[in-house]
């Protein structure tokens, strides 16, 4: 059974730092390009970041490419996202994926994780 399960979300003020990670479990992790997506309360989920394979090359989306960076740790199964400078709207529920490069920054993900929510005071 594929598992994707993140965590490291949690409250924290305005111009704060936060880490999220993800576990993968169930495939071959280092065979799969993985990405980060978020969806605020009311809003349709939105793509922020994506690593190929071997950590190599990412992109991001214009919204966190600044201020957010994403990484993969093949001999521990594990995604991270580096989150820095975090804003208000920044509050969502962000989601890690496992899929193809490119196809993840259209939005076509293989598989999702459930979630961890992150709420950034103001």
């Known amino acids: 059974q594929v598992q994707l399960v993140e965590s490291g979300g949690g409250l924290v003020q305005a111009g704060g730092s936060l880490r999220l990670s993800c576990t993968v479990s169930g495939l071959t992790f280092s065979a799969y390009g993985m990405g980060w997506f978020r969806q605020a309360s009311g809003k349709e989920r939105e793509f922020l970041s994506v690593?190929?394979?071997?950590?190599?090359?990412?992109y991001s989306a214009d919204s966190v490419k600044d201020r957010f960076t994403i990484s993969r740790d093949n001999a521990k199964n594990t995604l991270y996202l580096q989150m820095n400078s975090l804003k208000s709207e920044d509050t969502a529920v962000y989601f890690c994926?496992?899929?193809?490069?490119?196809?993840?920054?259209?939005?076509?993900?293989?598989?999702w994780g459930q979630g961890t929510q992150v709420t950034v005071s103001s």
């Open positions: 994926a496992a899929g193809s490069f490119g196809r993840m920054i259209q939005g076509e993900v293989g598989y």
């Open positions: 690593i190929t394979w071997n950590g190599e090359s990412t």
